[in-house]
């Protein structure tokens, strides 16, 4: 068995509007049964995706804040991954008017209309903070911190690395995880770009694009499809 783990983006490939389908569950629990890792890698905040997704323990590791934070479902234990959240750049971004905002352990995130205001702030105060977009929407989060160094982390805790690994996503802030793995899998509802650098795109969109990715996976470990 070549790959041991898969690596999922949560919103737009797992989730549909936030939310997932039994059959992708059911998909999931095959990874699961086949003796094979499940790590979710997400820009949730961790309390937000557990409010939305009671089933994530079906995984084995949830990264979230866009590899700003380690979530182990079988303890409730979050770590930390990355510098935690700086009160005066919150506040700095309040006095510019920036809303909606969301404040998480390490991530401040807004939309893109605010993508400026965000850069003076960081500027102003100094902060090695960087910015990644995602649909619209803009994250403030450590240099050097994304959905790569938080799978990494988490596929270090269980023993593997990226090159045992099939990663899944849609969206821009997925490039750096996918590309980190052995074989890069696009949903069918995927931007253009990602497509474009994915070893595979599948033919369903978002929850059916993973139970896709998963009977390939189980039935033949990707042999007929990912070659690298």
């Not at 499940?38 to 590899?67: H, K, M, S, Y």
């Not at 893109?112 to 903070?129: G, K, S």
């Not at 253009?192 to 650098?197: E, I, S, Y």
């Not at 896709?212 to 070659?227: F, G, I, K, N, Y």
């Amino acid at each position: 068995m070549r790959f041991l783990a898969l690596a999922c983006d949560y919103d737009g490939t797992l989730a549909s509007d936030g939310r997932v389908e039994a059959a992708t569950l059911v998909a999931l629990r095959r990874v699961r049964e086949s003796a094979r890792r499940l790590v979710l890698v997400t820009g949730r905040q961790i309390d937000d995706l557990l409010a939305t997704f009671p089933e994530a323990a079906v995984f084995d590791r949830v990264v979230g804040e866009n590899g700003a934070t380690l979530y182990r479902p079988e303890t409730g234990e979050v770590t930390l991954l990355a510098a935690a959240t700086d009160p005066g750049f919150v506040a700095a971004l309040r006095a510019r008017g920036v809303e909606p905002l969301s404040v998480g352990r390490a991530v401040v995130a807004t939309l893109e209309p605010h993508r400026d205001a965000v850069l003076e702030a960081i500027h102003e105060l100094d902060l090695p903070l960087a910015l990644t977009l995602n649909k619209g929407a803009v994250m403030a989060l450590p240099s050097g911190v994304d959905k790569a160094t938080g799978l990494r982390a988490a596929l270090y805790e269980l023993g593997l690395s990226p090159r045992d690994a099939v990663a899944l996503g849609d969206g821009e802030n997925d490039q750096p995880f996918l590309d980190c793995c052995a074989c890069a899998v696009a949903v069918g509802n995927a931007l253009p770009t990602l497509k474009q650098r994915a070893d595979y795109v599948t033919h369903a969109d978002d929850g059916g694009g993973v139970a896709e990715l998963v009977a390939l996976l189980v039935d033949d470990d990707l042999s007929t499809v990912c070659a690298r």
